[in-house]
């Protein structure tokens, strides 16, 4: 303390804010600081929280055919599939549709409605405005393109392939002032993480719920140091 109250003020003051823009980050990218609102009907549906987005080694799940991207039909042609990551959203309130992460898996098309499991390679973004649309790419393991490090590799193993993954996002995003971009592994990882937890701090599983009282209302638990009814 006594070094920092005797450091130039240019360096404390430089200190200080250093400090201050690291918490303002912390704060804002923190996903419960934004509050996540998830649709009101149809949950099982849009979200299939009854399935897990990862499994131990790190892989994710994809289900295939439950939806495509929006404003198009569920899509399998013989190098990748459309499905979606269960369990998992873009909100809305950070300028995505509001939905489960949309995903391509490259490798054996599957039927529709199995999941897939896969490496998360890349991702696709393109922007209209201040929203933005996102497919994940997931590359099988047991796949031609399972050790690739990036879709240039797979771009040049399969020459045409990364055309045609950009324009699966051209009908779901009229309007978009450009083509898609790439973004590479890291930071699809963290957007992929983002996007299961922002699903977790919005879904209110049964078990987060209060057990109800006789009376049907949610059941209060007393404290002795309670000045009122409630906690």
């Not at 933005?132 to 393109?145: G, H, K, N």
Request: charged share 20%.
């Amino acid at each position: 303390m006594k070094r920092i109250l005797g450091m130039r003020r240019p360096l404390a003051v430089a200190l200080t804010l250093s400090l201050a823009l690291a918490c303002g980050v912390q704060a804002k990218d923190d996903a419960s600081a934004l509050a996540i609102q998830l649709p009101a009907k149809d949950l099982d549906q849009q979200f299939l929280p009854a399935i897990q987005p990862m499994n131990p080694d790190a892989t994710v799940n994809v289900v295939i055919g439950t939806a495509g991207l929006a404003g198009t039909p569920p899509a399998c042609d013989k190098d990748f599939c459309v499905g979606k990551v269960p369990r998992s959203i873009v909100a809305k309130e950070k300028g995505g549709h509001g939905g489960a992460l949309q995903a391509m898996v490259l490798g054996a098309p599957k039927a529709a409605g199995t999941t897939a499991r896969g490496r998360p390679l890349a991702m696709l973004v393109q922007k209209a405005g201040e929203k933005r649309q996102t497919l994940l790419i997931v590359t099988t393991l047991a796949s031609p393109f399972g050790q690739a490090q990036s879709l240039e590799e797979i771009e040049a193993q399969s020459p045409g392939l990364l055309a045609r993954l950009k324009a699966a996002l051209a009908p779901a995003m009229a309007g978009a002032a450009s083509g898609a971009e790439i973004v590479g592994r890291k930071e699809t990882i963290r957007f992929l993480g983002d996007a299961i937890s922002d699903f977790e701090y919005a879904y209110v599983k049964e078990s987060d719920k209060r057990p109800l009282d006789a009376n049907g209302n949610p059941q209060l638990y007393s404290w002795p140091g309670a000045r009122n009814i409630g906690e």
